[in-house]
Each structure stands twice: as structure tokens, then as C-alpha cells.
């Protein structure tokens, strides 16, 4: 059994900052690419960034110098770390990792289950 759980969602004002956190545990092997996607109301889920597990990371234009993506394997966690936030930004952010878990032999894709971050203009 492998899980995700986010934290650190919120409200916060326009050219605020946010930091979000995704652990993985369980019956974890290995941990290959992770990212973070957000959805909108009325919109599709849309990748905001990605990060290999060599550290190789890419962004959605409009997110680009604003967040950051990063991990640390040690803690199988990913993080986002959100500035100068905008109206725009308000959505559910999701975590996203393709994890080999024991007991299997190839990697699948887990869902955390979601965190509301909420700009204020």
C-alpha cells in the first residue's frame, strides 16, 4: 500500500507565498518522476511542475519564476514552494508520483488527495 498526503494549502493574499509538501510512504522501492498538478473550477487538471528522480525539473509557462519544485529522496517527499501568488494560481494542487512499490515490477502512478490553495486579490 502506497500513499500520498499533502499539506501546507491555505488562503493567502496576492504576492503571498505558499510552500506545499508531498510525502510518500509505505511499500515504497523506488520513486521516479514527481510533480504537482492543480485544477481549477470548471477547468482541466493542468501540470504546474514535474521533477525526475535525477533532479531534472520543468515548469508551466505561467508558474515559471514564481514556484519552485524540489525533493528530497531521503524523505520521499516533494515540495512547491509558491511566490508572488496570484488570483490565477486559486485551485485543488495534487501530488503526482510514479512509485514502484514491493512486490510489483514496474511503476505506477499515485495521486495525493489534494490541497485547496486560495489567493485573495
Known amino acids: 500500500q502506497v500513499q500520498l498526503v499533502e499539506s501546507g494549502g491555505g488562503l493567502v493574499q496576492a504576492g503571498g507565498s505558499l510552500r506545499l509538501s508531498c510525502a510518500a510512504s509505505?511499500?515504497?522501492?523506488?520513486?521516479?518522476?514527481m510533480g504537482w498538478y492543480r485544477q481549477a473550477p470548471g477547468k482541466q487538471r493542468e501540470l504546474v511542475a514535474g521533477?525526475?528522480?535525477?533532479?531534472?525539473?520543468n515548469y508551466e509557462d505561467s508558474v515559471k519564476g514564481r514556484f519552485t519544485i524540489s525533493r528530497d529522496n531521503g524523505k520521499n517527499t516533494v515540495y512547491l514552494q509558491m511566490n508572488s501568488l496570484k488570483p490565477d494560481d486559486t485551485a485543488v494542487y495534487y501530488c503526482?508520483?510514479?512509485?514502484?512499490?514491493?512486490?510489483?515490477?514496474?511503476?505506477?502512478?499515485?495521486w495525493g488527495q489534494g490541497t485547496q490553495v486560495t489567493v485573495s486579490s
Open positions: 503526482n508520483a510514479w512509485i514502484r512499490a514491493r512486490g510489483t515490477y514496474q511503476s505506477s502512478s499515485y
Open positions: 509505505g511499500s515504497i522501492i523506488s520513486i521516479n518522476a
Open positions: 521533477i525526475t528522480s535525477g533532479g531534472s525539473t
